[in-house]
């Protein structure tokens, strides 16, 4: 490096390399800076005398509060955050907001601390042991005059033997009341819901990934379906292609519903063989670093959609693909569930399965969209669409067996085509297309060879 020419060129390819490399991990997890900015959004909605505290659910698996995760990226149980925007002094360390942490370790889940990218980035936070919690805790909650929580994940608990009703969140409140009388207690829950609707560049990275990541695990179904196989068998071919991709996990229970089952919309036993013509809804999600796709599509197990079958299906993709097509910036959401199933009713009546646009609910029980993110169902308080909320689409029709005034060649059929849209700012984008969606290219990639036969040694 002696010709100081090729010694700047040498630093400008450095700084270059070196930002593709964040810019490449950026994609693979959510950044600590992004954790510190989520919660400085929280702590500037509090005014100077509150404070807000959450913590980490000691209820494990699906169904807990994730707002605790989502303005820490912890996933330690027994963790709470502290969040006093007036500021504590901590043995001669000012701090606004406090991590507490469990320390030492436990033969059955290790490190307490748990996975703790934080202590590298913890900005503006400070991370503490959680010994310490009661003493700084009652120094900061005796000084606050409103206190911030997160609903309480459940309501009551309901013990079947004494065939009582412990309530959770009012003998919460009691306790809290107790100790600290002068305490006026808010509920967080809206101000938290409000930012987690919509997604940071970060977010929308790790869902694109994921959906990403289900696509091809469907389009490996779509290869290996065929009679003879039960529901399991895909499930398995799904789930494997999940976490043989980096997936942690299925956001939800995979649905893999054939035949009559494709009607059972939450259904997840999967334990049918599946027969000569029967389709086959295949709802399913894969979570990467905590974000979840949610993706369905419904295939002819032979490989071959029925006349019957094709009638419907055209249906169910049309009022996919139109109510998609309309999603941008300034739409109300309920004109949105409405387009829907205004498609799916017009087809319907063309078909004469349905006389009365009112009454397409017999047919389409449910609602056509939801927001998706580190939940499944994930938060909304929204009426109008708005770039960075990234929800679903997924009409479909369900014609019971033995339906009353419907051509018996309908029945029994349930076939639903989900999709994840993402808003931009010029309209929208579809995050799943890689999926094959219309009946001559989902035909077709049945036709390729899959694992469908590999038998197990
Ligand atoms: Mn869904």
């Given at each position: 490096?002696?010709?100081?020419?090729?010694?700047?060129?040498?630093?400008?390819?450095?700084?270059?390399?070196?930002?593709?490399?964040?810019?490449?991990?950026?994609?693979?997890?959510?950044?600590?800076?992004?954790?510190?900015?989520?919660?400085?959004r929280v702590a500037a909605a509090l005014d100077s005398h509150a404070v807000a505290l959450l913590s980490s659910?000691?209820?494990?698996?699906?169904?807990?509060?994730?707002?605790?995760?989502?303005?820490?990226?912890?996933?330690?149980?027994?963790?709470?955050?502290?969040?006093?925007?007036?500021?504590?002094?901590?043995?001669?360390?000012?701090?606004?907001?406090?991590?507490?942490?469990?320390?030492?370790?436990?033969?059955?889940?290790?490190?307490?601390?748990?996975?703790?990218?934080?202590?590298?980035?913890?900005?503006?936070?400070?991370?503490?042991?959680?010994?310490?919690?009661?003493?700084?805790?009652?120094?900061?909650?005796?000084?606050?005059?409103?206190?911030?929580?997160?609903?309480?994940?459940?309501?009551?608990?309901?013990?079947?033997?004494?065939?009582?009703?412990?309530?959770?969140?009012?003998?919460?409140?009691?306790?809290?009341?107790?100790?600290?009388?002068?305490?006026?207690?808010?509920?967080?829950?809206?101000?938290?819901?409000?930012?987690?609707?919509?997604?940071?560049?970060?977010?929308?990275?790790?869902?694109?990934?994921?959906?990403?990541?289900?696509?091809?695990?469907?389009?490996?179904?779509?290869?290996?379906?065929?009679?003879?196989?039960?529901?399991?068998?895909?499930?398995?071919?799904?789930?494997?292609?999940?976490?043989?991709?980096?997936?942690?996990?299925?956001?939800?229970?995979?649905?893999?519903?054939?035949?009559?089952?494709?009607?059972?919309?939450?259904?997840?036993?999967?334990?049918?063989?599946?027969?000569?013509?029967?389709?086959?809804?295949?709802?399913?999600?894969?979570?990467?670093?905590?974000?979840?796709?949610?993706?369905?599509?419904?295939?002819?197990?032979?490989?071959?959609?029925?006349?019957?079958?094709?009638?419907?299906?055209?249906?169910?993709?049309?009022?996919?693909?139109?109510?998609?097509?309309?999603?941008?910036?300034?739409?109300?959401?309920?004109?949105?569930?409405?387009?829907?199933?205004?498609?799916?009713?017009?087809?319907?009546?063309?078909?004469?399965?349905?006389?009365?646009?009112?009454?397409?609910?017999?047919?389409l029980p449910h609602g056509v969209s939801h927001p998706i993110g580190l939940e499944t169902h994930d938060v909304?308080?929204?009426?109008?669409?708005?770039?960075?909320?990234?929800?679903?689409?997924?009409?479909?029709?369900?014609?019971?067996?033995?339906?009353?005034?419907?051509?018996?060649?309908?029945?029994?059929?349930?076939?639903?085509?989900?999709?994840?849209?993402?808003?931009?700012?010029?309209?929208?984008?579809?995050?799943?297309?890689?999926?094959?969606?219309?009946?001559?290219?989902?035909?077709?990639?049945?036709?390729?060879?899959?694992?469908?036969?590999?038998?197990?040694?």
């Amino acid at each position: 490096m002696k010709n100081p020419v090729s010694w700047a060129r040498f630093s400008l390819i450095t700084i270059l390399l070196t930002a593709l490399f964040f810019e490449v991990r950026a994609t693979d997890a959510i950044s600590a800076a992004e954790y510190q900015l989520r919660r400085d959004r929280v702590a500037a909605a509090l005014d100077s005398h509150a404070v807000a505290l959450l913590s980490s659910s000691t209820i494990q698996g699906r169904g807990r509060d994730l707002n605790f995760y989502y303005l820490t990226g912890c996933k330690s149980a027994n963790a709470m955050l502290l969040m006093a925007p007036r500021g504590v002094d901590v043995h001669g360390v000012r701090a606004t907001q406090f991590l507490f942490l469990p320390s030492g370790h436990n033969v059955y889940s290790g490190d307490l601390r748990g996975d703790v990218p934080l202590t590298e980035a913890p900005g503006a936070m400070i991370i503490v042991d959680k010994k310490k919690y009661d003493e700084i805790s009652r120094a900061v909650l005796s000084a606050a005059k409103t206190l911030y929580v997160p609903a309480w994940p459940q309501n009551y608990l309901h013990d079947p033997i004494s065939d009582k009703r412990f309530f959770i969140e009012r003998d919460a409140k009691k306790a809290l009341a107790e100790k600290y009388p002068h305490l006026q207690i808010k509920s967080l829950t809206g101000r938290m819901t409000q930012l987690r609707q919509i997604k940071s560049q970060q977010e929308i990275q790790l869902l694109r990934k994921a959906a990403e990541i289900t696509a091809r695990a469907l389009c490996e179904a779509m290869r290996s379906a065929e009679p003879g196989l039960y529901e399991y068998d895909l499930q398995a071919i799904i789930e494997f292609v999940f976490k043989r991709l980096g997936a942690e996990d299925s956001g939800f229970s995979s649905i893999l519903g054939s035949g009559p089952n494709a009607l059972i919309l939450h259904y997840e036993h999967n334990r049918r063989q599946m027969q000569p013509g029967d389709l086959v809804v295949m709802d399913v999600g894969a979570q990467y670093e905590g974000y979840g796709a949610d993706i369905t599509r419904t295939i002819p197990v032979s490989g071959r959609f029925t006349p019957a079958q094709r009638d419907l299906y055209e249906i169910v993709l049309k009022a996919n693909l139109e109510t998609t097509a309309m999603m941008q910036p300034g739409v109300p959401y309920k004109e949105v569930e409405a387009k829907a199933a205004a498609i799916v009713a017009e087809g319907l009546i063309k078909l004469g399965l349905l006389q009365d646009a009112k009454e397409v609910k017999k047919f389409l029980p449910h609602g056509v969209s939801h927001p998706i993110g580190l939940e499944t169902h994930d938060v909304f308080n929204f009426t109008v669409l708005e770039p960075g909320q990234v929800l679903t689409i997924e009409p479909g029709i369900y014609v019971p067996e033995n339906a009353p005034g419907v051509d018996p060649r309908y029945w029994g059929i349930g076939i639903r085509i989900e999709d994840d849209v993402l808003i931009t700012a010029q309209g929208h984008e579809v995050l799943t297309n890689a999926v094959p969606r219309t009946i001559a290219d989902i035909e077709k990639r049945m036709k390729e060879k899959g694992l469908g036969q590999v038998r197990i040694k």
